[in-house]
């Protein structure tokens, strides 16, 4: 990757081989975090396993349960992929780091990364005020923010224009490539569902089942970092582009 003269844009087979390669070398090092954000996410759904029937009485106590989810995913989850995103990045320039280094390097990128996500939720959802399709056109425009907060050391509306200005031009391109990526923890959640409805009283067996989710999902995620730092090196670099 260092030498620009011998990059070219890789297809979507070979960046979904070259994503499996980077997480795959870097699963030991990321597999411990998973872990440590999985169990709790895990014990504290665990706690709301009985309330199969959603009424009046438990209503309230599911909605704080998926809000407490969510946050806890939002930030913990966001700690996790800007470790993973590093460490890629690392192991494509050749020069692999380890968990403690990515986790020094991602912390001081999670304030600004939390910060960025929020304020492309908020974009978003204005956008879908609207009409759906506004507010997923400028989801597909975001889909880099947090590995140019990751990566770049910009952040906020700064990193959102750069995803923007990588997307533009190449919009259906960004979101085929998203969707074959994020299909693999799709299916996975599909065809474990059943698992979850014949062991909804076994913890061991929920974590379990989401750390293999996790895992996929970081899978998607080591290939969509691929596919950026791909995109950057063969003239996606959205601080250069001026197209439409």
């Known amino acids: 990757m260092n030498e620009t003269a011998s990059i070219r844009a890789l297809t979507v087979n070979e960046i979904i081989v070259e994503g499996w390669k980077q997480f795959r070398s870097n699963a030991g090092a990321i597999l411990p975090l998973v872990f440590l954000i999985s169990v709790p996410l895990e014990m504290v759904s665990w706690q709301f396993h009985d309330f199969t ?40 320039l050749g020069t692999p780091i380890t968990l403690q ?57 700064a990193a959102l224009d750069r995803s923007k200005a990588m997307v533009r031009g190449r919009w259906w391109r960004v979101l085929g490539y998203q969707v074959v990526f994020f299909l693999f923890p799709a299916v996975v959640s599909t065809a474990m ?12 067996m929920l974590v379990s089942l989401d750390l293999i989710y996790r895992l996929m999902y970081l899978i998607a995620v080591s290939m969509s970092t691929v596919f950026f730092i791909n995109l950057e090196a063969t003239g996606g670099d959205g601080a250069a582009r001026q197209d439409a």
């Open 53 to 92: 029937v959603v009424d009046q009485q438990n209503l309230p106590l599911l909605i704080r349960y998926l809000l407490l989810a969510l946050f806890m995913w939002f930030v913990f989850g966001t700690l996790l992929q800007l470790s993973l995103i590093r460490m890629v990045e690392s192991s494509m």
């Open 101 to 157: 280094e990515a986790l020094r390097h991602a912390l001081s990128r999670w304030m600004p990364a939390l910060g960025t996500g929020l304020l492309s939720l908020l974009i978003v959802a204005a956008w879908s005020l609207l009409l759906f399709v506004p507010g997923f056109i400028w989801s597909v425009y975001y889909t880099f923010g947090l590995m140019v907060v990751a990566l770049r050391g910009v952040s906020g509306k």
């Open 193 to 204: 569902k059943p698992l979850y409805e014949l062991a909804p009283d076994s913890i061991v």
